[in-house]
């Protein structure tokens, strides 16, 4: 089956500080990336939805300039939490689609990062 | 705006009981309904659901989706402690400009104890 990567598991840092988190489509070609953020017995809520080679398209809410999102190749696309805050620590989920695989429109996730914001 | 309604959003049962969840959807340009199961980490999938009245089972869980009243059903049954997790459903939208779409239901927190 598709498998999807992110990177670091978990991560802890400072208040002011940038972290970028990676995911990575491992065997496909993952043309559309989904970042979620699910904070503690609530669901996940998508943070914005990113296509390769573009810029990506962000939920109402979400602040463009503190999450910054690349998707520069058709593998891989990071979320970078900017100046982060306690109120950022949360799980983030990313999920891929794309091509080569049997449901197109089927998300594959990743196993999420945790980050705490001290 | 899409919306996913689960119920109950949590469960208590013995091993051995057979559970029925819950979810309700509103999902503009809908595709389908997908069920997933979350326990510490990400969501692990179960089933997407495309047609009505299809049930699919892997195991004990079933699930059947009704197009007409916006409804999905996940039966569990013989239930056992490592059922214990959230499940998560979720309504899948495409659209022609914008591509795929998941709106998550709150989830049912199902508790098994032995």
């Known amino acids: 089956g598709a498998v999807v990567s992110q990177h670091p598991s978990w991560v802890i840092c400072k208040s002011g500080t940038s972290v970028k988190i990676e995911c990575r489509s491992l065997d496909f070609q993952a043309t559309t990336m989904f970042w979620y953020r699910q904070f503690p017995k609530q669901s996940l809520m998508l943070m914005a939805t990113?296509?390769?080679?573009?810029?990506?398209?962000?939920e109402q809410g979400v602040e463009k300039d503190k999450f910054l999102i690349n998707h520069a190749s058709l593998t891989l696309s990071t979320l970078t939490v900017t100046s982060a805050h306690p109120e950022d620590s949360s799980f983030y989920i990313c999920?891929?689609?794309?091509?080569?695989?049997?449901?197109?429109?089927?998300?594959?996730f990743g196993p999420g990062t945790r980050l705490t914001v001290t | 705006e899409d919306k996913v309604v689960q119920s109950p959003l949590s469960l208590v049962v013995h091993e051995g009981d057979t559970v029925t969840l819950n979810c309700s959807y509103e999902?503009?340009?809908?595709?389908?309904l997908l069920w997933y199961k979350q326990e510490k980490k990400a969501p692990t999938f179960l089933f997407m659901l495309t047609s009505s009245g299809i049930e699919k089972k892997s195991g004990r869980l079933s699930s059947i989706l009704d197009k007409k009243e916006l409804f999905s059903i996940l039966n569990i049954t013989a239930t056992q402690t490592g059922d214990s997790a959230v499940y998560l459903c979720a309504g899948c939208s495409v659209d022609e400009t914008s591509g795929s779409r998941l709106t998550f239901g709150e989830g049912t927190q199902l508790t098994v104890n032995p």
């Open positions: 999920s891929a689609s794309g091509l080569g695989l049997a449901e197109p429109y089927e998300q594959y």
């Open positions: 999902v503009t340009n809908f595709r389908s």
């Open positions: 990113s296509n390769e080679g573009s810029k990506a398209t962000y």
